[in-house]
C-alpha cells in the first residue's frame, strides 16, 4: 500500500502561484501514474493533471493547461503540481492519487486511481 500526504495549500490573491506536494510513504510508487484532481463545495470531483511513471506522458485539464507543470520526483517519492495566475474558480480541495498500469486514454478518471491522500485546501481570493 502506498500513502499519500499532500501539503501546500493556502490562502492565496488571485493572479499568484503556489506549489503543491504530495509525499508518498510505503511501497515504491515509481511506477506507477500519479494524478492530481480537485473538488469544490457542491461539485463533483474533477481531474487536473496526471504524470506517468518516468514523466514522459503528461495531461492537463483544459482549465490548467498553460498555467499548471505537474512533476515527479522518484527519488524523494514526491509528486508536485506548480499552479500560477491562480483565480478563484481554482478554490477546491487538491488530492493527489496514484495507481499501477492506468492506461493513458483513462487516466482522467478517478475510478482509474487506488490510493488517494486527504487533500489540501487551496483559496483563492478575488
Known amino acids: 500500500q502506498v500513502q499519500l500526504v499532500e501539503s501546500g495549500g493556502r490562502l492565496v490573491q488571485a493572479g499568484g502561484s503556489l506549489r503543491l506536494s504530495c509525499a508518498a510513504s510505503?511501497?515504491?510508487?515509481?511506477?506507477?501514474?500519479m494524478a492530481w484532481f480537485r473538488q469544490a463545495p457542491g461539485k463533483e470531483r474533477e481531474f487536473v493533471a496526471a504524470i506517468n511513471w518516468n514523466g514522459y506522458n503528461i495531461q492537463y485539464a483544459d482549465s490548467v493547461k498553460g498555467r499548471s507543470a505537474i512533476s515527479r520526483d522518484n527519488a524523494k517519492n514526491t509528486v508536485y503540481l506548480q499552479m500560477n495566475s491562480l483565480n478563484p474558480e481554482d478554490t477546491a480541495v487538491y488530492y493527489c492519487?496514484?495507481?499501477?498500469?492506468?492506461?493513458?486514454?483513462?487516466?482522467?478518471?478517478?475510478?482509474?486511481?487506488?490510493?488517494w491522500g486527504q487533500g489540501t485546501q487551496v483559496t483563492v481570493s478575488s
Open positions: 510505503g511501497r515504491t510508487f515509481n511506477s506507477d501514474t
Open positions: 492519487a496514484g495507481g499501477p498500469y492506468i492506461n493513458y486514454v483513462r487516466s482522467q478518471l478517478p475510478s482509474e486511481y487506488g490510493y
